[in-house]
């Protein structure tokens, strides 16, 4: 599972970076699926398979074909089923937005498939305080997990964000306050400070836009 976590994380900025033809055209994917009579089922199958279950609010059907854990997450999904697949790249698949803005670069449901079956899902967050915004993202940063980091804020800020491993302790949260256009969370260390720039609002979520940096 480890490796299908690492190729999907690599996959997914090179997918959000793709324009909707090129994706479309990736529906055959030559890695192993679940082997029923010895036809091996893509990636693409199990992903609609377990986005149509969702759908339909059946979880015993999506059981069938993704792990607990992949479930519960999707089944918490706070925003209408995503009207377009956007295809997949290896064992990454994604399901986005186009008629509703939603938190994130991520712009809807991703999907990693391991043996025939859904592992993981990444999903666009609805979190409702700048606060809980920027502590998500700082998260997914210090657990190295950019994918995680685009469900709730922005692909640039995820790049900049990123371009730096998380370094450790240090880290202070010194909460968040008013700015032009939404708030700016602070996260202290020696040497200065990172802001994460926050907006959106409580009834349509909150999103890291931006990611700057100061100096003592």
Not at 101 to 106: F, S
């Amino acid at each position: 599972m480890r490796g299908s976590m690492a190729a999907a994380t690599a996959v997914i900025a090179g997918m959000l970076a793709l324009p909707a033809p090129a994706l479309a055209q990736g529906k055959t994917v030559a890695v192993p699926g679940s082997a029923e009579g010895g036809i091996r089922t893509a990636p693409a199958a199990v992903a609609k398979k377990l986005l149509a279950a969702w759908a339909r609010r059946d979880k015993k059907a999506a059981a069938a074909v993704a792990t607990p854990a992949a479930v519960t997450t999707l089944f918490a999904y706070a925003y209408r089923t995503p009207d377009r697949f956007a295809g997949c790249a290896a064992n990454a698949c994604r399901f986005v937005h186009t008629s509703v803005r939603v938190p994130g670069g991520l712009n809807g449901i991703f999907m990693v498939v391991s043996g025939g079956t859904v592992t993981k899902v990444y999903e666009s967050r609805h979190l409702t305080s700048a606060p809980k915004a920027a502590k998500y993202l700082f998260a997914a940063w210090k657990a190295g997990d950019r994918t995680r980091g685009l469900e709730i804020a922005s692909t640039a800020a995820v790049k900049k964000l990123f371009t730096t491993k998380f370094g450790g302790t240090g880290y202070t949260f010194q909460g968040c306050n008013p700015e032009k256009g939404g708030q700016a969370c602070a996260y202290s260390y020696e040497g200065g400070a990172m802001l994460m720039h926050v907006r959106g609002g409580a009834a349509r979520g909150y999103e890291v836009r931006s990611v700057s940096y100061v100096a003592d």
